[in-house]
């Protein structure tokens, strides 16, 4: 292959597998607001902060991006977060206070697999400020 040819058919390859990247993160994104939804998580939280919830009320939970912002390079931040998804939070130890409407996050285990819950907490603490 000759010089251009090559530089061409590189750019192409580069070209093809950023888009399908991308391809894959919106599809990670459709398929993790799919469980959200299946699993109830969405009538309490949003993924962006600034949302309001019923009587112009901050929403129940936090926004996602929040959390993501909140937890940011907390090491012990997924196994934690997965458990009190699957457990649920002390309302004695809220620290979203003035920030979301609910006390407390009730346990989830009944409408979400662990290894599911994982995968969401996961996605949720990429989730980068707009």
């Not at 251009?4 to 993160?25: D, E, I």
């Not at 996602?64 to 699957?86: E, F, H, N, S």
Request: charged fraction near 20%.
């Amino acid at each position: 292959m000759n010089h251009p040819v090559r530089t061409t058919f590189l750019t192409l390859a580069v070209l093809c597998t950023a888009a399908s990247a991308q391809a894959a993160g919106k599809s990670n994104d459709e398929a993790m607001l799919s469980l959200a939804k299946g699993a109830g998580c969405m009538t309490c939280h949003h993924i962006d902060p600034g949302a309001k919830g019923p009587e112009g009320l901050p929403p129940i939970g936090p926004a996602w991006r929040d959390v993501a912002a909140k937890y940011k390079g907390d090491k012990t931040a997924p196994t934690k977060l997965t458990q009190i998804v699957l457990k649920g939070s002390n309302p004695y130890e809220s620290h979203w206070k003035g920030k979301a409407s609910g006390l407390a996050m009730p346990p989830n285990a009944v409408a979400i697999q662990e290894a599911d819950a994982k995968k969401l907490v996961d996605w949720i603490l990429k989730l980068q400020p707009k």
